[in-house]
């Protein structure tokens, strides 16, 4: 158990729709950091926030959107949802921002669109 | 941006076997994480290694950063090895970069 929780563990949803993702990082960890795991791309980061606020952005489409909230817990939104978006979506935390240090991953949230 | 190749692409094994994954990376890194991914999906966090060398019972990593690539060792497998192994690394920024991963399947 690497102390990051993740809700839900799966997702069925329709095209078009809207979804929430919800991470909180370890005790302690004030990064957390958004990755999405397809067939076709494999796992690829998205996000990451640090201390509330927005420290670094990958190939997150602008559908998608994040914030991390002053319990540091963090969301990920998922919006106008398409077939393709169907994946798995891991929050990793770790200590501090910077590449040094190590990132922990959660159970993973897995979403299928229909 | 920073590429990471991993070999074998497949790996199926004898329970007992020992194996060696490879991981190379294209730039200095300062940090490299290996993970392995169980048949439920779950990323399990083997080693963060972004130089020198490690052990952790059966499992042990080597990361020769001047010459930009790591290995991890798998000794006495068992059927519960089996998944997939990642190597991941960063380059001064936060982001991990993933490899493509090596599929092992530890046969009893």
Do not use: M
């Not at chain 1, 095209?15 to 958004?34: A, E, I, M, N």
């Not at chain 1, 990793?92 to 979403?111: E, M």
């Not at chain 2, 439920?40 to 020198?52: A, K």
């Amino acid at each position: 158990d690497s102390g990051v929780t993740q809700t839900p563990k799966h997702l069925i949803t329709a095209t078009g729709q809207r979804v929430t993702l919800r991470c909180s990082p370890r005790s302690g960890d004030l990064s957390v950091y958004w990755y999405q795991q397809s067939l076709d791309q494999g796992l690829q980061f998205l996000i990451q926030y640090y201390n509330g606020e927005e420290r670094a952005k990958g190939n997150i489409l602008e559908r998608f959107s994040a914030q991390q909230f002053p319990d540091l817990h963090s969301e990920l939104n998922l919006s106008s949802l398409e077939l393709g978006d169907s994946a798995l979506y891991f929050c990793a935390s770790s200590l501090l921002a910077g590449g040094i240090f190590t990132q922990y991953f959660g159970p993973g949230t897995r979403l299928t669109v229909l | 941006g920073i590429q990471v190749e991993q070999s074998p692409p497949d790996l199926i094994l004898q329970e007992g076997a020992n194996s060696t994954l490879r991981c190379n990376f294209s730039d200095s890194v300062n940090n490299l994480q290996w993970f392995h991914q169980n048949p439920w999906g779950q990323l399990i966090n083997l080693f963060y290694i972004p130089s020198g060398t490690k052990q952790n019972g059966r499992l042990s990593a080597t990361t020769v950063a001047t010459e930009r690539y790591s290995l991890l060792y798998i000794s006495s497998s068992q059927t519960t090895d089996s998944g997939v192994y990642f190597c991941a690394v960063a380059l001064g920024g936060n982001k991990l970069v993933f490899g493509a991963g090596t599929i092992l399947r530890v046969k009893s």
